[in-house]
Each structure stands twice: as structure tokens, then as C-alpha cells.
């Protein structure tokens, strides 16, 4: 094996120098200087083709850094980019949320100062309440304060007192013992002490009389032929009486009554603002104007409803006083006792120091 090798490797070497003889240039040496120089030349060409090589490597590789280092530097750039562009969202953000909260403390500013400009309103009504507060109670406690009112309003009753016991005197209401007209309208006993129903008068007990003038009871038909006119008439002079009674003490005590009388001795009329439809409809010439209704508070040549009606109204006066002072009705049909119940409590020293 190894001397078949060996012929075979001989074969090769031999190529190998011929193809070389082939390759090598024969020159004669007249061209050999020129050769040589042209050698010269191209090794020095190719020195400074491998200097130029060199110089452009070191050239590129510092023109590859740089390009490096710009692009690293444009990534940041662009990094910082995006990093501004998110900050300015963040600011953009907070910019509308500084204006929304601005507003916002811009109404509560003005709603502020609308409430400031109540309160020194109601700090100005307070400071004028709290001076006249304080001007009200020095004068209350000074010599025109509350001591002086009450005496001035205990002369005042004095003096209504003493004018109210003149219309006592003028129409004097007093219990007589002995016999009534059958027809009495209320008795003292009856009305006052016992409490018992009005109208039914007990056997040999005291009435009430005005001026000496009995009060009967008004019929519910109209006069006939045999109807006492004397007692009728007496009766319309006593009714006449008390209405003038009434005013004089409504007037005394400033009490505006709720049906005004229209004063005319036995022929006196009681009027009614505001009649109720069960009395309007009684009589046709009721109209439905504004204008009051007069009722008689007499029977003669009168229908007995609206008479009857008129007696009422002038117990609901007397009733109006004794509220007044307060006191209650002794009841509907007692005129007389509603009267002397007034008196007696406007002429009692109790009255003087009431309230």
C-alpha cells in the first residue's frame, strides 16, 4: 500500500512544478529594469491601496460609532419624545381638572358671598332688633313702662266702671217677688239659682224686670184680637232698654258687635251682616246684596219669626260682652240674666284687678 502511495505522490509534484514552469514568465534582462520598476510601482501602489484600506476602515469604523451613537441617541430622543408627549397628557389633564375645580371655586365664591351679604343683612336686622330690644326694655322699665301701662289701664276700668254703673242706674235689672204676666220670658230663680230650663217660671219666685218693665215671651202667631197691647208694648220698650244697654257697654269697653243696633227706644231693629239661609228664606224681602238685614225687636205690626230672631241676636251681643270678660251665657232666652250677670261683674272690685 505504502509503495503504491509513494509513485502517485511523485505524479502530483512533478504537475505541480510544470504547471509553475507553465506560470513563470521568462524576461530577458534588457526588460528587467523595467520589470523591476513596474514592481516597484505596484508595490508601492499596493503599500498605499493597504494605507488608503486601512484609512477607510478607521474611517468607517468611527463613521459606524457615530452612526451607533446617533442612533442610541435618537432611541433616546425618542424615548424622551414619547415620555414628553405622556407628560404632556398628564398636564393637559390636570390643566382641565385645575379649570373644573377652578370654576367650581368660583361659584362656591360667589354663592360665599351671597350668603356673607344675607348674614350682614341679618346681622344688621339682628343688631336693629337687639337696639330696639333693649330701647323696649328700658321704656318698659323706666317711668312710661309696664307699672304705668297697669295703671293706666286700672284708671281706664275705673272709668269704665263708673260709666257702666251709670247705664245701671239709667236701666236698673232687678228681681221682683210677686205675680208675673203668664206669658214671662225668663225668671231669676229659674234662670240663675236652680239651672232649670228658660221660660218655665216656678209659683211665687222673684222675675227680672228693666226699669220695672217684665220681658214676656214673643207668640208664634201673629196678635191676635185679644193679645194684651199694653204688655206687648212694654215688652218692646224693655227690649228697647237693653239694646240701648248693650251699645252704651259695648261702646264703654270698645267691643265691636257682631249685630249693631239701630237704636230707636220701643221700635229698635237688631242687624245681621250675614243671615243664615234657614232665616233668609222666611222672609221675600231678604235680598242676597251686601246690605245688612234689619230684624224688629218688637212684635206689633211685625211677623213673630223675625222678631223672635231679633231677640236672639241681642242675646248673642250679650254673649259677645260676657265673653269679653270671661264669662259664659247663662243661656239663649235669658236676656235679663245675661244683663245683670254683666253688670254685676263689670261693677265688682274684681274686675278692677283682673288680668
Given at each position: 500500500?505504502?509503495?503504491?502511495?509513494?509513485?502517485?505522490?511523485?505524479?502530483?509534484?512533478?504537475?505541480?512544478?510544470?504547471?509553475?514552469?507553465?506560470?513563470?514568465?521568462?524576461?530577458?534582462?534588457?526588460?528587467?529594469?523595467?520589470?523591476?520598476?513596474?514592481?516597484?510601482?505596484?508595490?508601492?501602489?499596493?503599500?498605499?491601496?493597504?494605507?488608503?484600506?486601512?484609512?477607510?476602515?478607521?474611517?468607517?469604523?468611527?463613521?459606524?460609532?457615530?452612526?451607533?451613537?446617533?442612533?442610541?441617541?435618537?432611541?433616546?430622543?425618542?424615548?424622551?419624545?414619547?415620555?414628553?408627549?405622556?407628560?404632556?397628557?398628564?398636564?393637559?389633564?390636570?390643566?382641565?381638572?385645575?379649570?373644573?375645580?377652578?370654576?367650581?371655586?368660583?361659584?362656591?365664591?360667589?354663592?360665599?358671598?351671597?350668603?356673607?351679604?344675607?348674614?350682614?343683612?341679618?346681622?344688621?336686622?339682628?343688631?336693629?332688633?337687639?337696639?330696639?330690644?333693649?330701647?323696649?326694655?328700658?321704656?318698659?322699665?323706666?317711668?312710661?313702662?309696664?307699672?304705668?301701662?297697669k295703671k293706666l289701664q286700672k284708671l281706664l276700668r275705673f272709668r269704665q266702671q263708673y260709666m257702666v254703673s251709670q247705664v245701671s242706674l239709667l236701666y236698673p235689672v232687678k228681681v221682683v217677688i210677686g205675680k208675673a204676666p203668664e206669658q214671662e220670658l225668663e225668671s231669676f230663680s229659674s234662670s240663675i239659682k236652680s239651672g232649670g230650663p228658660a221660660g218655665?217660671?216656678?209659683?211665687?219666685?222673684?222675675?227680672?224686670?228693666?226699669?220695672?218693665?217684665?220681658?214676656?215671651?214673643?207668640?208664634?202667631?201673629?196678635?191676635?184680637?185679644?193679645?194684651?197691647?199694653?204688655?206687648?208694648?212694654?215688652?218692646?220698650?224693655?227690649?228697647?232698654?237693653?239694646?240701648?244697654?248693650?251699645?252704651?257697654?259695648?261702646?264703654?269697653?270698645?267691643?265691636?258687635?257682631?249685630?249693631?243696633?239701630?237704636?230707636?227706644?220701643?221700635?229698635?231693629?237688631?242687624?245681621?251682616?250675614?243671615?243664615?239661609?234657614?232665616?233668609?228664606?222666611?222672609?221675600?224681602?231678604?235680598?242676597?246684596?251686601?246690605?245688612?238685614?234689619?230684624?224688629?225687636?218688637?212684635?206689633?205690626?211685625?211677623?213673630?219669626?223675625?222678631?223672635?230672631?231679633?231677640?236672639?241676636?241681642?242675646?248673642?251681643?250679650?254673649?259677645?260682652?260676657?265673653?269679653?270678660?270671661?264669662?259664659?251665657?247663662?243661656?239663649?232666652?235669658?236676656?235679663?240674666?245675661?244683663?245683670?250677670?254683666?253688670?254685676?261683674?263689670?261693677?265688682?272690685?274684681?274686675?278692677?284687678?283682673?288680668?
Amino acid at each position: 500500500m505504502e509503495s503504491s502511495k509513494k509513485p502517485i505522490v511523485k505524479v502530483q509534484e512533478r504537475k505541480q512544478e510544470v504547471q509553475e514552469d507553465q506560470s513563470a514568465k521568462i524576461i530577458d534582462w534588457e526588460d528587467y529594469e523595467q520589470e523591476l520598476a513596474r514592481l516597484c510601482s505596484l508595490t508601492s501602489a499596493l503599500e498605499e491601496s493597504k494605507n488608503k484600506k486601512l484609512l477607510i476602515e478607521e474611517k468607517l469604523r468611527s463613521l459606524i460609532q457615530v452612526q451607533a451613537e446617533s442612533l442610541s441617541r435618537s432611541n433616546e430622543l425618542d424615548q424622551m419624545r414619547e415620555k414628553l408627549e405622556s407628560r404632556k397628557l398628564v398636564m393637559g389633564n390636570m390643566s382641565m381638572h385645575s379649570k373644573v375645580v377652578k370654576e367650581k371655586v368660583r361659584k362656591q365664591e360667589e354663592q360665599l358671598s351671597v350668603e356673607i351679604g344675607s348674614l350682614v343683612v341679618g346681622g344688621s336686622s339682628l343688631s336693629v332688633a337687639n337696639k330696639r330690644m333693649q330701647d323696649s326694655g328700658r321704656s318698659l322699665g323706666g317711668e312710661k313702662g309696664y307699672d304705668h301701662l297697669k295703671k293706666l289701664q286700672k284708671l281706664l276700668r275705673f272709668r269704665q266702671q263708673y260709666m257702666v254703673s251709670q247705664v245701671s242706674l239709667l236701666y236698673p235689672v232687678k228681681v221682683v217677688i210677686g205675680k208675673a204676666p203668664e206669658q214671662e220670658l225668663e225668671s231669676f230663680s229659674s234662670s240663675i239659682k236652680s239651672g232649670g230650663p228658660a221660660g218655665l217660671k216656678p209659683i211665687d219666685q222673684g222675675t227680672l224686670t228693666i226699669s220695672g218693665l217684665h220681658l214676656i215671651a214673643i207668640p208664634s202667631t201673629k196678635m191676635g184680637l185679644f193679645t194684651d197691647k199694653k204688655e206687648v208694648r212694654q215688652s218692646s220698650t224693655a227690649l228697647g232698654y237693653v239694646a240701648h244697654a248693650v251699645s252704651l257697654i259695648a261702646a264703654y269697653l270698645q267691643v265691636p258687635l257682631r249685630y249693631p243696633v239701630r237704636l230707636g227706644g220701643s221700635r229698635s231693629y237688631i242687624r245681621d251682616y250675614a243671615p243664615s239661609v234657614e232665616h233668609s228664606t222666611l222672609d221675600s224681602m231678604i235680598s242676597t246684596s251686601s246690605k245688612p238685614v234689619e230684624f224688629p225687636l218688637f212684635i206689633e205690626g211685625q211677623d213673630s219669626t223675625r222678631a223672635a230672631y231679633a231677640v236672639f241676636l241681642l242675646n248673642k251681643d250679650l254673649e259677645q260682652l260676657l265673653n269679653f270678660i270671661g264669662l259664659k251665657s247663662l243661656g239663649p232666652r235669658q236676656i235679663l240674666a245675661n244683663l245683670k250677670e254683666l253688670l254685676r261683674t263689670l261693677l265688682s272690685p274684681e274686675y278692677i284687678h283682673a288680668y
